[in-house]
Antibody
């Protein structure tokens, strides 16, 4: 059974960089059938796609966040990571990692999510 | 960017009701649309992909239809477990967009 688990600090100071890692178990991140992505949800609000990455390293980012986002993959550790720079309170959200079918490009497996609060 | 507009934002219904949620895209997305169910404190769950294909394990009372710019999610007979928030999501391009959500409440 595929499992995804987010990890990283739950509190980040304004202007600093948010860093999260997603560890994939029960399947290979190097599968040619899937992309891997990050999605976030501010408290009480809707879902926002942040970006996606293929095992080869090809990335696709939300244009509204592109200048601040970097997603990378480490196939040796079966992990992919998110860095979001220059954070503000508006970046406070539950951050989910997910698997996306390469053809359908819709997340079909999700991590449980991790709350990241931006506050001094 | 492709914008996704869901309606209604909130829906009150009773067990056994037929429920329909609409999602409109700002430009044609062919059939590249998915629907998700989310319960409080949980990750979203994929229900429908490619506008009308039922994800494995999802009850058949859920169905999706539409193409181009207008799509619907229908729950044929609402069950107690179905009270949740539903989101549509387009994937016509590598830039994904979610709708604002529809909360299905108990009437």
């Amino acid at each position: 059974q595929l499992q995804l688990q987010e990890s990283g600090p739950g509190l980040v100071k304004p202007s600093e960089t948010l860093s999260l890692t997603c560890t994939v178990s029960g399947g290979s991140i190097s599968s040619s059938s899937y992309y891997w992505g990050w999605i976030r949800q501010p408290p009480g609000k809707g879902l926002e796609w942040i970006g996606s990455i293929y095992y080869s390293g090809s990335t696709y980012y939300n244009p509204s966040l592109k200048s601040r986002v970097t997603i990378s993959v480490d196939t040796s550790k079966n992990q992919f990571s998110l860095k979001l720079s220059s954070v503000t309170a508006a970046d406070t959200a539950v951050y989910y990692c997910a698997r996306l079918n390469r053809i359908q490009l819709c997340p079909d497996y999700w991590g449980q999510g991790t709350l990241v609060t931006v506050s001094s | 960017d492709i914008q996704m507009t869901q309606s209604p934002s909130t829906l009150s219904a009773s067990v056994g009701d037929r429920v329909t949620i609409t999602c409109r895209a700002s430009q044609s997305i062919s059939s590249w649309l998915a629907w998700y169910q989310q319960k409080p404190g949980k990750a979203p769950k994929l229900l429908i992909y490619k506008a009308s294909s039922l994800e494995s394990g999802v009850p058949s009372r859920f169905s999706g239809s539409g193409s181009g710019t207008e799509f619907t999610l229908t729950i044929s007979s609402l069950q107690p477990d179905d009270f949740a928030t539903y989101y549509c999501q387009q994937y016509n391009s590598y830039s994904l967009t979610f709708g604002g959500g529809t909360k299905v409440e108990i009437k």
